[in-house]
């Protein structure tokens, strides 16, 4: 088997450990919202971006990527859940806060973006290898390894929208299904926030370059 | 429906941390294997997140201790 395919595979199988807990430690609202919103929020995100050429971003390596749905690969309907999930975990962990308790929630979701942002670096690293997307642009800033700075803000810009997005949802009084529902319909209003704050951070490094 | 209260036994507790890890593993592992390991980009970032949960972790168990 090809190794990319084994990976591809694993980060599948793992992203289900990370629903199981999600369902025991956090409850069933929670876990539909957040892999149910976030696997929306993967398909039609990296498919908009990987087929608008307006947005002038990037594209999927098919050369590299085994499943696919759409113009994006499958591992792209996980991904962002379940990086955000660690991000959040981990930073509750750290903080010893708690997102939907509201114990110390500014700084949960500013650690968040940090892990997103670490978590930018790993990828971007092993990127570098596996070749997974095709930039469109030539990147005005980049810091150490040659990472474009716009991937680590754009990691932590997600986090800061999909969990500001799931504690909006998560507290409204009603039933569980409409919460989960609502929260999935709001990924149409989450994907072009976050292209904006993209769009924000290019024209600001463009005027530095 | 929450769950926190019925605490689930430590692998599944532990899930998160141990994904982490895997990823970690995979990614720097492949990275030597090709010979492309960038320290500073791929692992030192996340290593920090890994260290500072690792840290917590024991810290409250040494509290819980001394309760």
Redesign the interface.
């Known amino acids: 088997m090809d ?1 990319f395919l084994s ?1 591809e595979l ?1 980060a599948l199988a ?1 992203t289900g ?2 629903i ?2 999600s ?7 929670f876990t539909w919202m957040f892999f149910l919103g976030g696997a929306l929020l993967g398909l039609i995100r990296e498919n908009v971006v990987a087929q608008v050429a307006a947005l002038n971003l990037y594209s999927y390596n098919p050369a590299t990527f085994h499943l696919w749905i759409g113009a994006a690969p499958l591992i792209l309907m996980v991904f962002w859940s ?1 990086t955000i ?2 991000a959040l ?2 930073s509750e ?2 903080a ?1 806060g708690d997102l939907i308790g509201g114990k110390r929630r500014v700084w949960v979701i500013l650690l968040s973006m940090v ?1 997103m ?3 930018a ?2 990828n ?3 990127a ?2 596996y070749p997974m997307v095709l930039w469109k642009f030539k990147p005005a800033l980049t ?3 040659g ?1 474009p700075a716009m991937v680590l803000w754009g990691y932590a810009g997600m986090a800061l929208i999909f969990l500001l997005a799931l504690l909006l949802v998560y507290k409204l009084r009603m039933r569980t299904v409409y919460r989960v529902i609502i929260f999935c319909a709001s990924v149409i209003v989450m994907i072009p926030l976050h292209l904006l704050w993209i769009v924000v951070f290019r024209l600001a490094t463009s005027a530095i370059g | ?4 209260d ?1 605490k ?1 036994n430590f692998f ?2 532990e ?6 890890l ?3 593993v ?2 720097a592992g ?2 030597i294997i ?1 010979d ?1 390991l ?1 320290l ?4 030192i ?2 290593v ?2 890994i260290i ?2 690792i840290v ?2 024991l810290l409250s168990k040494d509290q819980a201790g001394q309760k």
């Open positions: 190794t990976l694993i793992l450990l990370l199981w807990h369902a025991s430690t956090r409850g069933a609202a379940y999930y660690l975990t981990f962990v750290i010893g892990f942002a670490s978590y670096c790993l971007e690293a092993f570098g290898i810091i150490w390894g990472t | 429906m929450n769950n926190r019925n689930p599944v507790r899930i998160p941390f141990i994904v982490l895997v990823f970690w995979i990614y492949i990275e090709r492309r960038d500073l980009t791929s692992t970032p996340t920090f997140f500072a949960y917590v972790k």
